[in-house]
């Protein structure tokens, strides 16, 4: 089987004589309850990860053996959430701009352009390509899909302690048939984002 290239959008900036590249990703825009959490990621140029892809297409095991080399082998990383009230206030579009605007100022370097998972973007004060599928596509996209998700798996397994009637810690606040029993049988919780549910149950 041919080896997948994950550095073809990078190659094309390098190419260019860019070579500060930030990626971009997002973890738990869907689900009913927690914050959203953005990563941005800059690796060394061609740095080869083994087994580095799309964090959804990786086990949790996968994914929590590359969370340390991705973070260690990074020129620089950072990690941020916006909160499920940030989320009901602004809405989830615009609260994932902003985790991923925290993100990006949690970097220690400043990048020189931002590949951003996805076809949608806003202004992040520098140079930004939004790249569809892109945490299948660049190494730089794929090692932040990781960090954010594993990060935010984390948050909710923590929150899973504090609630554990619900069961965080299994479907991570998604909106799993378990979840919608849990919420049927105890209401929301402090951490469920009310607009979502608003939207199923016309509750407010």
Known sequence: MEKKDM????????????TCICGVDEAGRGPLAGPVCAAAVILPPALEIPGLDDSKKLTD????????IIKEKA????????T???????????????????????LSVRPEIALIDGN????????????????????????????AKVTRDDY???????YP??????????????HYE???????SPIHRMTFLKKLYGTK
Request: glycine share 6%; proline share 3%.
């Open 7 to 18: 550095w073809q959008i990078e190659r094309s900036h390098f190419e260019k004589g860019i």
């Open 75 to 82: 020129i620089a990383y950072g990690i941020a959430f916006a």
């Open 165 to 178: 009637q619900y069961a965080f810690d299994v479907h991570k606040g998604y909106g799993t048939k378990l």
């Open 120 to 147: 949608r973007t806003k202004d992040f004060g520098l140079p930004v390509q939004t790249v569809i599928k892109g945490d299948s596509l660049s190494a730089s996209i794929a090692a932040a899909s990781i960090l």
């Open 182 to 188: 849990k919420l049927a049988e105890f209401g929301p």
């Open 156 to 162: 909710m397994e923590e929150m899973a302690k504090t």
């Open 84 to 106: 499920h009230e940030e989320i009901d206030e602004i809405n989830i579009l615009q609260a994932t701009y902003l985790a991923m605007e925290r993100a990006m100022n949690n």
């Open 61 to 68: 095991k996968k994914r929590r053996a590359l969370f340390p």
